[in-house]
């Protein structure tokens, strides 16, 4: 009798186990127009392309696109909260474009950037996080885009979180990846960057 019981307890736990291991996780998208998939489809946008991959090769995630159009670091700051109210596995940070765009101060950047990391990492203490980093417009000089660039990297090394250094690499400057207003990408511009992401995105799953 003994024996039976054991192995009625050795099942239910074994099956307990299995239930957790098969919840689905979230990859969730925090980001601004680049996310948003500005000028197009929500389905063209690259974490709806990054979700057709995860899907096809069997990993258990659900994807959220929480991108927003025009959305600046100060107001992603303030949104957030609202944001993390669902689970979270995998939190990839795509802002600070627009402040580029702006010429708000990179510190000031840096500070709401950080903010959002910090409320995360409260969050969601085991949640990974991607930070993707932007560049800032040359007309704003060299050493403002300098600045701006080294922003992320400092980000990045503090906090010691995943980075993509340029999410739109090579996709920023070409003409038949982008829009016409030169700064969103195209369908096409979107399936690059969302190779670029799956590359540091893949080793964490």
């Known amino acids: 009798m003994k024996l039976v019981k054991v192995g009625?307890?050795?099942v239910l736990i074994t099956m307990s186990v299995q239930a957790q291991d098969q919840q689905q996780k979230t990859i969730l998208?925090?980001?601004?127009?680049?996310?948003?998939?500005?000028?197009?489809?929500?389905?063209?946008?690259?974490?709806?392309?990054?979700?057709?991959?995860?899907?096809s090769l069997g990993y258990n995630y659900r994807v959220v696109n929480a991108g927003l159009s025009g959305e600046t670091s100060a107001g992603g700051l303030r949104r957030v909260d609202w944001i993390l109210q669902q689970?979270?596995?995998?939190?990839?940070?795509?802002?600070?474009?627009?402040?580029?765009?702006?010429?708000?101060?990179?510190?000031?950047?840096?500070?709401?950037?950080?903010g959002i990391i910090n409320k995360v990492e409260d969050t969601y203490s085991d949640a990974a996080i991607i930070l993707a980093g932007m560049q800032a417009p040359p007309n704003m000089g060299q050493d403002?885009?300098?600045?701006?660039?080294?922003?992320?990297?400092?980000?990045a090394e503090v906090n010691d979180?995943?980075?993509l250094p340029f999410?739109?690499?090579?996709?920023?400057?070409?003409?038949?990846?982008?829009?016409?207003?030169?700064?969103?990408?195209?369908?096409?511009?979107?399936?690059?960057?969302?190779?670029?992401?799956?590359k540091v995105l893949e080793p964490i799953l």
């Open 144 to 155: 403002y885009t300098e600045a701006f660039h080294q922003m992320y990297h400092d980000l």
């Open 167 to 198: 999410i739109l690499e090579g996709v920023a400057g070409d003409p038949d990846l982008n829009l016409p207003d030169g700064i969103h990408p195209t369908e096409k511009g979107h399936k690059i960057v969302a190779e670029n992401v799956w």
């Open 161 to 163: 979180v995943v980075f």
């Open 87 to 114: 689970p979270v596995d995998i939190f990839v940070l795509e802002l600070g474009g627009n402040d580029g765009l702006r010429g708000i101060d990179p510190e000031s950047t840096k500070e709401n950037l950080q």
């Open 8 to 10: 009625i307890l050795f």
């Open 29 to 55: 998208f925090f980001g601004d127009s680049i996310t948003a998939g500005y000028g197009l489809e929500i389905e063209q946008a690259f974490p709806a392309l990054i979700e057709q991959k995860v899907d």
